[in-house]
């Protein structure tokens, strides 16, 4: 079966690096699937747990956004922050989760007082790299 080359990459280490038979990730235009030889795209990666799929087995890794180009050849992922299921601390993953949930509701009770629209994006999106550190992390190991 066909491959292609997969780099995701974070500020500060390269995170994974493998020949892949498949990826689903979610960009800023919704769900995609890539394949091998994959026509060229460039898109904004939306916070949440990347599907690898090699040899009939399928590996999270959570990022936090940031961007993916797929040429038919490789796919390269820089994302702001991104993580395998051994990195992650579930118990931190949970609180920032419960935080963020926290945040929100305060928002939605008092919006004029929080600081409005901005700071709820940015409870949202905390609130989704939490999701998708959680579902990460707490997915069972292919290997098993």
Known sequence: MATIKL??????????AADIDMLIARSTGGEIGILPKHIPLVTGLQPHAMKIHVDAKEQ???????????????????????????????NRAQRAYERAQERLQ???????????????????????RAMARLQTAKAPNPGA
């Open 106 to 128: 305060l928002l939605r009770e008092s919006p004029d007082t929080q600081g409005g629209i901005i700071d709820e994006h940015r409870a949202t999106l905390a609130l989704k």
């Open 7 to 16: 780099e995701i990459v974070s500020p500060d280490r390269m995170v994974y």
């Open 60 to 90: 999270l890794i959570a990022v936090a956004g940031g961007f993916m180009e797929v040429t038919p050849e490789k796919i390269t992922v820089l994302a702001t922050a991104a993580e395998e299921p051994i990195d992650i601390d579930i």
